[in-house]
Each structure stands twice: as structure tokens, then as C-alpha cells.
Nanobody, 121 residues
Framework: QVQLVESGGGLVQPGGSLRLSCVAS????????MGWYRQAPGKQRELVAG???????DYADSVKGRFTVSRDNAKNTMYLQMNSLKPEDTAVYYC???????????????WGQGTQVTVSS
């Protein structure tokens, strides 16, 4: 079995920073693309940042220059460094990964349970 677990969310003042982590665990052979998504109340889930297995990344226009996505393949971990946070960044942040398991039945697309980020003074 495989699971993704996010951590690092919390309450921060505007202009502050947070670092989110996403750890994939279980019977994992390899992880392809990974991404961070977010969903604010009353809004659809949106892609915030994505990163390929070789480290190429892309970002939503709203976070370019403020957020940085990275990954440590040896640790099956992805990070999201969020700087200059704004109230409009408030949302539940989800980790997503497309991976291959040693057991083919567990290969596929996985989501974490989400971590709340609140930007408020």
C-alpha cells in the first residue's frame, strides 16, 4: 500500500513564510510527477506547483516568484516553500503524486489528506 502525508501548515501573518512537506510511504518503486494543489472555501481545487521526476517545475501565475517546489527523491519527499504569503493563499493544500509501486495494483495517482494554511493578521 501507499500513502501521502502532508505537514507544515498553520496560521501565519501576511508576508510570512511556511514550508510544506509531503512524504510518500509504502511499497514505492518510483515517483513520476508530483504536485501541490490547493482548495479555498467555495472554490475549485487548483494546481499551485508541479515538479517532474528530474526536477523541472512549473507554477501557477498567482504564486510565481513567491513559492518554490522541490523534491528529495531519496526520501520520497516533496516540499513547498511559501514566502510573502497573502490572505488569498489561505486554503487546504494537497499533495499529489503519480507513482509506481512494487505491486502493480498499487501504482497510480495518489492524494494526501491535506494541510490547512491560513494567512491572516
Amino acid at each position: 500500500q501507499v500513502q501521502l502525508v502532508e505537514s507544515g501548515g498553520g496560521l501565519v501573518q501576511p508576508g510570512g513564510s511556511l514550508r510544506l512537506s509531503c512524504v510518500a510511504s509504502g511499497s514505492i518503486f518510483s515517483i513520476n510527477a508530483m504536485g501541490w494543489y490547493r482548495q479555498a472555501p467555495g472554490k475549485q481545487r487548483e494546481l499551485v506547483a508541479g515538479i517532474s521526476s528530474n526536477g523541472m517545475s512549473d507554477y501557477a501565475d498567482s504564486v510565481k516568484g513567491r513559492f518554490t517546489v522541490s523534491r528529495d527523491n531519496a526520501k520520497n519527499t516533496m516540499y513547498l516553500q511559501m514566502n510573502s504569503l497573502k490572505p488569498e493563499d489561505t486554503a487546504v493544500y494537497y499533495c499529489n503524486a503519480d507513482l509506481q509501486s512494487w505491486s502493480s495494483e498499487y501504482s497510480g495517482d495518489y492524494w494526501g489528506q491535506g494541510t490547512q494554511v491560513t494567512v491572516s493578521s
